[in-house]
């Protein structure tokens, strides 16, 4: 079945809101992607504060629907079907994005779908690359770090790897505010470490022993390592080499990721790998992906870096491809699956 899906998506600081088509080969087309961040106001604190956060939503939400339906020159009757991220993310702001999903839900009489927000990740891709073979995803963000076996984006999404502790684009966050770096650290890590040398320090690789498990991962001994490193350097007052220990940690990081995502697809008998979250952004876990998929003869699926951070059109081309599947919408009781800061 084609159709045009709203997506609305408040798991954490960016109210997003997309818009998109799909027709009846599955192929979808992006028609709006606007987003309202509070990220601003987070700065201050070092990370999101959730209640600023659900504040925030509250206040963007109806205007940045309206703003996307005007970009997308699309009025109330023409939609099909609303989707909303059901969880996992912040409490108080996914019930703002739930709550005015089963709002236009049911003032405009269209099924409404609550979607699961690291699916959403994955589905964005179509939108760049067209229908989505089986793959296998290493979603990457603040609040994830997971390696996914996705035989087909409306069926059955088997978690097959995960974080111990931090995850991924925390571990960026947080090193970055060890080297004075601004929140969200992960875009500064990124540029700051082109200018420095990733041998430079060695940093450990987490969960890389011959006893560890294959396909989880494990950050925070690596974020204690970066901390020593800059306390032992503070504590005799040498400088700290802010370009090297980001190129050095972002290494550490992106070297286990690919390494483990490219054996789980090998593996698992997978052709594709594909990478999501907010940290699929990063430029030198693109680079070193590309590179390893290369030599594994997989293929490799990146979304450009606007759809890997959080945003709506990944709600929408998700819920696009359930409407599509003729999957059952939700009830309008729908609850939402929260998780605490
Ligand atoms: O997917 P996302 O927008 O939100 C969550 O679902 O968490 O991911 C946000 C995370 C933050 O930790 C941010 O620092 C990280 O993604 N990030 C990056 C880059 N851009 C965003 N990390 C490393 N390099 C980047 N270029
Ligand atoms: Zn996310």
């Known amino acids: 079945m ?19 088509r799909i027709d009846g080969n599955g192929r979808v087309t992006l028609l709006a992607n606007e987003i309202a961040s509070s990220v601003d106001e987070h700065a201050r604190f070092g990370g999101v504060v959730p209640e600023v956060a659900s504040r925030a939503h509250l206040q ?27 969880g996992p993310g912040l409490a108080g702001a996914l019930l703002v994005g739930v709550a005015a999903a089963k709002a236009y839900a049911a003032a405009w009489d269209v099924p409404l779908y609550g979607v699961n927000h690291l699916t959403a990740h994955v589905a964005v891709d179509t939108v760049q690359h067209g229908p989505l073979p089986p793959a296998l995803a290493l979603l990457v963000s603040g609040g994830h770090s997971n390696l996914l076996d996705v035989p087909d984006l ?14 991924a684009g925390e571990a960026f966050d947080k090193v970055a505010r060890l080297l004075g ?48 490193y800059v306390e032992a350097l503070e ?30 697809a090998r593996e698992r008998g997978m052709d594709t790998l594909l990478l999501g979250g907010g940290v699929a952004a990063n430029s030198r876990l693109r680079a070193l992906a590309q590179e390893r998929c ?43 699956e929260c998780v605490t800061a």
């Open 235 to 264: 504590r005799v007052g040498r400088p700290i080499p802010v370009a090297d220990v980001a190129a050095s940690f972002q290494e550490a990081v992106v070297d286990v990721l690919t390494a483990k995502a490219v054996r789980a």
């Open 154 to 167: 409306a069926g059955r999404i088997t978690s097959i790897g995960a974080t111990i502790d931090d995850a």
């Open 60 to 86: 963007a939400m109806v205007p940045t629907v309206r703003r996307a339906m005007a970009t997308a020159g699309v009025r109330p009757r023409d939609i099909d079907a609303v989707a909303v991220t059901a």
């Open 2 to 20: 084609s159709g045009l899906v709203l997506g609305i998506e408040t798991s954490c600081d960016e109210t997003g809101v997309g818009l998109v």
């Open 294 to 336: 290369a030599a594994a003869g997989l293929a490799l699926r990146v979304p450009r870096p606007a759809l890997c951070t959080d945003n709506g059109a990944m709600v929408a081309a998700l819920g696009a491809h359930l409407l599509a599947a003729g999957a059952k919408p939700s009830d309008l009781d729908l609850p939402c």
């Open 181 to 228: 770096l601004p929140f969200p650290g992960g875009p500064h890590i990124d540029r700051m470490a082109r200018d420095g040398d990733n041998a430079a320090i060695a940093f450990p690789r987490g969960l890389t022993g011959p006893r560890d498990a294959p396909f989880d991962f494990s950050f925070s001994g690596l974020k204690t390592a970066v901390a020593r």
